[in-house]
């Protein structure tokens, strides 16, 4: 699928059929081995400059993608290609240009920084490992990343342990623009943090975007973030993508059952506010027990017979879509409640993003 502002680019990332598979050994001695796949044939392109958000529950595989993407794991199967360059040929000259070009920004800021290592070191390694400049012009270019991302130069003397979430999460952005990236994986790096500093590093990483023309990757389970930041939304359920179209029609025109129970669950923001819930009546299934045909329908309100026999493909234009009876669950979802559902998410966000991006508050 091809947004129409970005009809004469060519994607930056391609991802095709993309499969990631783990061994499991269980037994009381481990005889027994079992396969699953954390990530189920994957397939989508990436546009230079734009943000596509991948959103899921816990267990969906958003993670696992990150990593591959960024080539902290390999790939079981299927290909990934970063400006035309398939990741699994390169050589070790290609890996390092690579590893310039695209960072990741980690969900956890505190186990993602070296608790022996002051953070101007922190920030200073990857410039030093790239030698991309000279080594008495490391304290500046470190200095200046700190002021770039919200925080004075006095905090390169500090460590990690004296900061606080929303600091440490600034520090990791810090290290991820040293190398000067075109693409950032961010694997939800606001999940970790109170709701408030959550607000200033979004805000961070979109003014951070339109000054120096990235491209992102935003890896989140919090509906609103992602529709204040994303140009496109990959809904994943059990390692495929079930839902993927331009932000406005996935909140607003749900069509996979799937993303219709995720936005039902935006929490009511006015007082007697009524809803349509659709709640699901089961756990997501383990990726070891993948049920057969759509992997959704044991949850499903909508399944019926060949949703046991057929797995359905992501198929559609504007808006892509696995699922069988796609027709059938849009025209039942309610409109007025898709409307309530788009004004509880512009409300939480007119609540939680008014603070200065760079606000440098004690938090």
């Not at 800021?109 to 490992?129: F, K, V, W």
């Not at 699901?280 to 057969?292: G, H, I, K, R, T």
């Amino acid at each position: 699928m091809k947004c129409a502002a970005y009809q004469n680019q060519t994607p930056v990332l391609r991802v095709r059929n993309v499969v990631r598979s783990f061994d499991v050994r269980r037994g009381l001695r481990r005889k027994l081995n079992l396969t699953f796949n954390a990530v189920d044939g994957v397939s989508f392109d990436l546009w230079r400059g734009e943000t596509l958000g991948i959103v899921g529950e816990s267990g969906c595989g958003k993670s696992t993608l990150s990593q591959l993407i960024v080539k902290l794991l390999p790939i079981t199967r299927g290909h990934i290609s970063y400006k035309d360059k398939e990741l699994s040929t390169l050589t070790k000259q290609d890996l390092a240009a690579f590893r310039r070009q695209v960072q990741l920004i980690f969900q956890d800021p505190y186990s993602s920084l070296n608790p022996r290592m002051p953070i101007g070191s922190i920030i200073g390694e990857p410039l030093r490992i790239h030698k991309l400049v000279p080594g008495g012009g490391v304290a500046q270019r470190v200095a200046q990343l700190l002021e770039r991302v919200g925080l004075s130069g006095d905090y390169a003397r500090r460590y990690p342990h004296e900061l606080s979430g929303g600091q440490r999460q600034r520090v990791g952005i810090a290290r991820a623009l040293a190398v000067e990236p075109e693409l950032i994986v961010c694997d939800e790096p606001v999940s970790a943090l109170d709701v408030s500093i959550q607000a200033q590093i979004i805000n961070l990483l979109m003014e951070l975007q339109r000054d120096l023309e990235l491209t992102y990757i935003f890896i989140a389970h919090d509906l609103s973030v992602v529709r204040h930041i994303a140009d496109r939304v990959a809904v994943m359920y059990l390692g495929k993508i079930v839902e993927l179209a331009d932000g406005e029609s996935v909140f607003s025109r749900p069509q996979h059952p799937y993303t219709q129970a995720l936005l039902s669950a935006v929490p009511r923001t006015q007082p007697g506010e009524v809803k349509q819930r659709m709640v699901l009546e089961q756990d997501m299934p383990s990726a070891m027990d993948v049920p057969a045909g759509c992997r959704f329908r044991t949850r499903c309100p909508y399944a019926q017979g060949q949703c046991a026999e057929r797995e359905p493909m992501l198929i559609g234009e504007a808006q892509q879509v696995a699922c069988h009876y796609s027709d059938s669950a849009a025209k039942q979802y309610n409109p007025p409640d898709a409307e309530q559902q788009t004004g509880a998410l512009r409300t939480a966000l007119e609540e939680r993003f008014s603070a200065r991006s760079n606000a440098d508050v004690d938090e």
